[in-house]
């Protein structure tokens, strides 16, 4: 009974873990290191660029994407946003609702889907969240479309629970757990 118990639990956490691995979004100040040192950029009167991307993506490409990025200062100048493959935004600088004119192929341990160019001359403290695009194909999520099916669209999640995924003049972010299976083997090893 007490083995039935701990394969039990062990694969409800194996299926917790499988709906958390991979499509989360983040914002990071370098377009090739996607870690927690890279969460952050210290202001000063130039203009700089963060990149939107898709960590950890499940798919081997991506059609487009849909979320908004939302600034805690409003005197942050989004100066422009671009991406690669034909990137056609429908939306606005802050409102992303994208379509690559080729899939833009997917890689880990992430994929830059957007560089967005900034400017911001405060040394104050700004929050930068991640949050579904408006109006949203699936309510409350940012979203991918698989590239190899345009109409199979994926609900993606952000790399911290609350979606705030970089700062300016702050400390970044740290990222949410590892839930892995890997991860979770650790815990019984």
């Known amino acids: ?9 062990i ?12 499509n989360q979004f983040g914002i990071f100040f370098s377009d090739s290191d996607f870690t927690q040192e890279n969460t952050n950029w210290d202001t000063d009167a130039a203009p700089f660029n963060g990149y939107l991307v898709l960590v950890g993506p499940t798919v081997s490409s991506v059609g487009g994407y849909e979320c908004s990025i939302e600034l805690s200062d ?8 671009s991406g690669p493959n034909g990137w056609t935004n429908f939306g606005s600088n802050l409102n992303h609702l994208v379509g690559y004119q080729t899939p833009l192929p997917a890689s880990l341990p992430g994929t830059v889907l957007a560089t967005v160019n ?12 991640i949050g579904p ?25 952000c790399v911290t629970d609350d979606c705030l995924v970089a700062t300016l003049n702050g400390d970044g972010v740290v990222a949410t757990e590892d839930y892995s299976w890997s991860g979770v083997k650790a815990l019984f090893d």
């Open 11 to 22: 694969a409800l956490l194996a299926g917790a873990a499988s709906a958390q691995d991979g």
């Open 133 to 157: 695009a408006s109006p949203p194909s699936i309510p409350g999520v940012p979203v991918i479309a698989d590239g190899t099916d345009p109409e199979n669209l994926i609900a993606c999640s």
């Open 74 to 81: 409003a005197t942050v100048f989004v100066l422009g946003v």
């Open 1 to 9: 009974m007490r083995t039935l118990l701990i394969v039990s639990m």
């Open 118 to 129: 900034m400017l911001y001359t405060s040394m104050a403290l700004v929050e930068i969240r």
